[in-house]
């Protein structure tokens, strides 16, 4: 019960954060010439990267009886993406489009000691379309990483690593997006090695993607 209302919590704040983006980017619409350039960087075949830097903190499941209930890490993460297909949907509330992205991370543990790890994963995400300069997205995948915590709960060594988060791009120019995500981490080596707890990470990660296209 008391790890369910932490994880609420944790995706209470995520919405709120993406929320405040949008208060800032205001209900913009896209009209005149400019509009198409909406859909356009988002388009079949085009692509982006992006860079960003970012603090999490464990969710508790143990009452604090375990360490990894007190992991903290600071991150950097680099991305590059692709959309899979055009803008759909219409003028439905759904409009957008869905896209791959290849996602490089390395985390440096700040709690409850000190260490590092370092991976990559795939992810998808679905981007909504509606608005000019603001653009939510949703986005889910796994990964791997070679962790190096030193904790006696979670052992160290090959690890997969699945995530899901909401976010935005703010674009404050034609290609220039400033990014804000939050996102739920869940590390473990899938009972490959002992202990095996798990982490469960909470975090908000801000950083600018470049759109080449």
Do not use: C, K
Not at 148 to 164: H, P
Not at 177 to 184: I, P, Q
């Amino acid at each position: 019960m008391r790890w369910s209302l932490r994880v609420g919590r944790t995706w209470g704040l995520g919405w709120l954060a993406l929320g405040i983006l949008a208060t800032f980017a205001g209900p913009v619409r896209a009209e005149g010439p400019e509009a198409a350039e909406v859909p356009d960087r988002f388009a079949r075949g085009h692509t982006h990267v992006g860079a960003l830097g970012g603090y999490a903190f464990s969710l508790e499941r143990y009452d604090g009886t375990r360490d990894v209930d007190g992991v903290r890490y600071a991150a950097m993460v680099s991305n590059w993406g692709i959309g899979l297909g055009d803008p759909m949907g219409g003028d439905a509330w759904y409009r957008g489009n869905w896209e791959l992205l290849v996602e490089g991370m390395a985390l440096f543990e700040t709690a409850p000691g000190s260490g590092h790890a370092g991976g990559a994963g795939l992810l998808l995400r679905y981007n909504w379309l509606h608005h000019e300069r603001f653009v939510p997205f949703v986005s889910a995948g796994a990964g791997i990483l070679d962790l190096d915590f030193d904790l006696a709960s979670q052992r160290n060594g090959f690890n997969f690593s699945l995530q899901a988060g909401v976010g935005s791009h703010v674009f404050v120019t034609r290609r220039l997006a400033l990014t804000g995500e939050w996102r739920y981490q869940h590390i473990s080596n899938a009972s490959t090695g002992r202990p095996n707890s798990g982490i469960d990470m909470g975090g908000f990660f801000l950083g600018t993607t470049w759109f080449l296209n």
